[in-house]
Each structure stands twice: as structure tokens, then as C-alpha cells.
């Protein structure tokens, strides 16, 4: 079994570069890729991001994307001076976009709400160096993304604001209508406190 402090010894860019490329090779073997992703302990940090970014990359598609890290990794190429982050920025070019556009959006938005212009201006390059996943964007985001490119010293967030209240409300609202079309439904099969309840929950009280 794989002590994970001392592998992490031997992923340091402190270490021998041949016992560096052996640990990376040893690191096929371990199962929970998770542990790879950015580590901090107390006695390493950035010093093995590269070898751990190297791990990853080495995975399959299917191993990363079972493992839900794509929204961590979107988190690694936000700042590319992060060692490993081009690493895992190439890794990322070569999965499949329509899987990565969740995390991708999830990622750049929080990026703009944080008020993050350095990362958010990385995402949005990340977004327009790859014709795929910028199509698979919204028209607002991709509006977003231009933004950014074009107007990186401004504050996008009351921009992104806005769209996540129309978002939301756009999703309150079919969920309203969805309801209303349920009792219509089995209203008949409903008793007055029943039906008294669920508008309740349609019209929000």
C-alpha cells in the first residue's frame, strides 16, 4: 500500500528528477485521484502540483470525469502560473467540451462574483482558444467572455447579476407553471387543504 506523504516527498521538485518520475509512475496504482488535485499539507504545496498535475493528465477521460473534478481542474487553469496548470490545461482541451461546459460555467462565474478579473480573464481565454466549448456557451456568456477579453480592467458582476436573477427566475417560473398544470391535473383527486397547499407553494407563501 502507497504512503501518500512519501510519495508526495518523492513528487517534490526538491527531489532527485528520476526518483520524481518514478513516484509518478507509482502513482498509476492509486485509485482516489482526488488527492492529487492542487494538494496542500503541511509540508508540501506548490512544489508537487506539476508531478500531480502530470498524474492526472495521465488518466482517462472516464477516470476524471467519474471522479468529479472537472470543475477543480477549471479551478487549476483560472491562474496559469500554477504549476501544472498548462499541463492540465492540454488535458482539458482533449475531453469532450459538452462535459466540461457545467464546470467550465460554474467555475467563470464564480471567478466574476469574487471579483477575480486575473482568473476570470484566464477562463475567458480558456473559453475562446476553444471554438467548441465557446459554442456550447449561452449568448450570455459568450457576451461575457468577449467582455472580459475586450474590457479586462472592468467590473463584470453586475452584468452576471443580473443574468443569474433572470436565470432564476425564468426557472421559478416554469417550475409555477409546472405545478399549476399538476393540480389541474389531479384536482379532482384532491381535498381542499390538498389543493389550498399546493397553491401555497405556487404562489410562493
Not at 17 to 46: D, Q, W, Y
Not at 71 to 86: E, I, K, N, Q, Y
Not at 94 to 110: C, G, H, N, Q, R
Amino acid at each position: 500500500m502507497c504512503n501518500i506523504d512519501s510519495l508526495f516527498d518523492r513528487l517534490s521538485i526538491r527531489s532527485d528528477e528520476n526518483i520524481r518520475e518514478e513516484a509518478i509512475k507509482e502513482a498509476r496504482g492509486i485509485k482516489s485521484i482526488c488527492v492529487f488535485l492542487m494538494p496542500e499539507t503541511p509540508e508540501h504545496g506548490k512544489d508537487i502540483w506539476e508531478a500531480c498535475a502530470k498524474i492526472l493528465a495521465a488518466r482517462t477521460d472516464e477516470e476524471l470525469l467519474a471522479a468529479n473534478i472537472t470543475r477543480r481542474l477549471m479551478d487549476w487553469v483560472s491562474d496559469m502560473s500554477f504549476p501544472g496548470s498548462d499541463i492540465i490545461e492540454e488535458r482539458l482541451r482533449k475531453i469532450d467540451p459538452e462535459s466540461l461546459v457545467d464546470a467550465y460555467t460554474e467555475a467563470f462565474e464564480a471567478a466574476i462574483l469574487k471579483g477575480e478579473k486575473r482568473r476570470s480573464g484566464f477562463l475567458a481565454e480558456f473559453a475562446k482558444d476553444d471554438a467548441r466549448l465557446f459554442s456550447l456557451l449561452s449568448e450570455e456568456h459568450k457576451e461575457l467572455v468577449m467582455g472580459l477579453l475586450t474590457s479586462p480592467e472592468k467590473d463584470h458582476r453586475e452584468t452576471l447579476i443580473k443574468l443569474i436573477n433572470e436565470r432564476e427566475g425564468y426557472i421559478f417560473e416554469k417550475a409555477r407553471l409546472d405545478m399549476e398544470n399538476y393540480i389541474s391535473k389531479v384536482g379532482d383527486n384532491l381535498d381542499d387543504a390538498q389543493r389550498a397547499f399546493l397553491r401555497s407553494l405556487v404562489q410562493g407563501n
